[in-house]
C-alpha cells in the first residue's frame, strides 16, 4: 500500500506527490523526501499536482484515515535513485539528516552502513563509522518521524543477536547508543526435561482436581521457566461449556535447539481454579536456522522419535493400553481414559504434544 504526504501550501489548497514513507528534511526552502531507494527533491511545492481529494489534517492524524492520491510525480526531481530496485538493490537509504547546512544519507550497500552525500545524482561515502551496524526502517510507522526541532532516532541491530541500539540525530550531533543482552536463558540439559516431564505428569495427573495457579507457578519457577502468559483470556476455546481464564504459560529451553511449552487451562468458580486442560508441546525452537513453518524431518535427526518412544511407553506403563490408536505418515495419534481424565498423545516429527483433559 502507497501512502500519500500531502503538503499543506494555504489555506484549503493541498498539493500531492505519490511517496511511499518517506522521511522529509527541508533545506534551504527545499524539501527531501528519502525513500529506501530514493530521495525526491521539490524546489516549489506549488509546482506539485493540486490534490483534488478532499483532506483533512486533524482527522488523518487522529484516526485511521487512508486516502489513496495519484501516482504524480509532477513538481519534483530524483537526486539519487536505485533503478535496480527490483533485482538486486545498490543501496538502502535508513534515514536523512541535516546537519552543517548540508543534507546527509545513511544507507547500506555491498560494503557495509555508511553516511554519505549525493553528488551528481550518486551517493558518495564520506564517513564508515557505522559499518559494522544495521539500522532499519519500520515502514508501518509512516508518519514523518523528524520531531520539530530536528531530532529523530533509528534502530539498528548488530551481528551478535545480544547487541543492538540507537542512533540518536539531533543539534549537529549523531550519538550511537548500544543494549547488550545480558539475560542468560537457562537450559536443560540432556533428558532433563524427560524427567521433569514424567515426575510432574504423575503429579498433574494424580492432583487434577485439586490443582492451584499457585502451584504450577512454583512447580514451573524452580525449572526457571520463562513466563509467557499473555492477557487474553481464552474464553470458550475447547467447548461452549467452559468459560476458561487467561491460560498460564511457560516455556523451558532445552539444548541445543528445542523449547517445551506448557500451558494451563482453567476456571475460576467460587474463588477456586478447576483445571480443564494441561498442555505440553515439544518443538524446534524458533532461533533456529530452519525457519520454515514446517521444517522437514532430516534423515539423521531422530529427536522427537526417540523422545516421543520415551513417552508414549511412560504413558503406556502409567496409563494401560491406548483406548485409541492412529497412525499416519504424518503423525501418531494416542488417546488414553483414566480415572475421569483423557491423555492425547501427538508426534507430528517436528512437534510433539501431550495433554491432561478433564473428561
Not at 550519538?175 to 521433569?196: A, Q
Request: a negative charge; proline letters at 2%.
Amino acid at each position: 500500500m502507497m501512502y500519500y504526504d500531502t503538503l499543506r501550501i494555504y489555506i484549503n489548497i493541498y498539493y500531492e506527490l505519490a511517496s511511499t514513507t518517506p522521511v522529509i528534511n527541508k533545506l534551504n526552502g527545499n524539501y527531501y523526501l528519502t525513500e529506501s531507494q530514493n530521495v525526491l527533491e521539490i524546489k516549489n511545492p506549488r509546482e506539485l499536482l493540486e490534490s483534488k481529494l478532499p483532506y483533512n489534517y486533524q482527522t488523518a492524524t487522529t484516526k485511521l484515515h487512508v486516502q489513496e492520491g495519484s501516482y504524480s510525480l509532477k513538481g519534483a526531481d530524483f537526486i539519487v535513485q536505485d533503478t535496480s530496485f527490483y533485482l538486486v538493490s545498490i543501496f538502502d537509504i535508513a534515514t536523512s539528516f541535516v546537519t552543517n547546512k548540508d543534507i546527509y544519507h545513511t544507507y547500506k550497500d555491498s560494503m557495509g552502513t555508511r553516511i554519505g552525500k549525493v553528488i551528481n545524482k550518486e551517493l558518495i561515502s564520506i564517513d564508515d563509522r557505522l559499518k559494522e551496524i544495521h539500522p532499519f526502517r519500520n515502514y508501518f510507522n509512516y508518519r514523518n518521524r523528524i520531531s520539530e526541532s530536528g531530532y529523530q532516532t533509528l534502530q539498528f541491530r548488530t551481528e551478535d543477536k545480544d547487541i543492538c541500539g540507537i542512533i540518536e540525530i539531533e543539534n549537529n550531533r549523531l550519538t550511537i547508543n548500544y543494549f547488550k543482552n545480558t539475560y542468560m536463558v537457562s537450559k536443560m540439559k540432556g533428558e532433563e526435561d524427560l524427567k521433569w516431564f514424567t515426575k510432574t505428569f504423575k503429579t498433574y495427573f494424580s492432583d487434577f482436581d485439586k490443582l492451584t495457579v499457585n502451584q504450577i507457578q512454583n512447580i514451573e519457577q524452580k525449572e526457571k521457566a520463562i513466563d509467557y502468559t499473555s492477557t487474553g483470556r481464552a474464553g470458550k476455546l475447547f467447548d461452549e461449556k467452559n468459560d476458561l481464564e487467561i491460560p498460564q504459560t511457560y516455556v523451558k529451553f532445552i539444548e541445543p535447539n528445542q523449547e517445551l511449552l506448557t500451558r494451563y487451562y482453567y476456571t475460576t468458580e467460587n474463588e477456586r481454579e478447576n483445571f480443564k486442560v494441561i498442555s505440553f508441546v515439544w518443538y524446534k525452537s524458533k532461533n533456529n536456522e530452519d525457519k520454515s513453518a514446517f521444517p522437514l524431518k532430516k534423515e539423521n535427526d531422530r529427536t522427537f522419535d526417540e523422545k516421543a518412544d520415551y513417552i508414549r511407553n511412560f504413558l503406556t506403563q502409567e496409563l494401560g493400553k491406548p483406548f485409541s490408536e492412529e497412525i499416519s505418515d504424518g503423525s501418531t495419534d494416542l488417546f488414553w481414559i483414566k480415572s475421569g481424565k483423557r491423555v492425547w498423545f501427538d508426534n507430528r516429527g517436528y512437534e510433539l504434544i501431550v495433554q491432561i483433559i478433564e473428561e
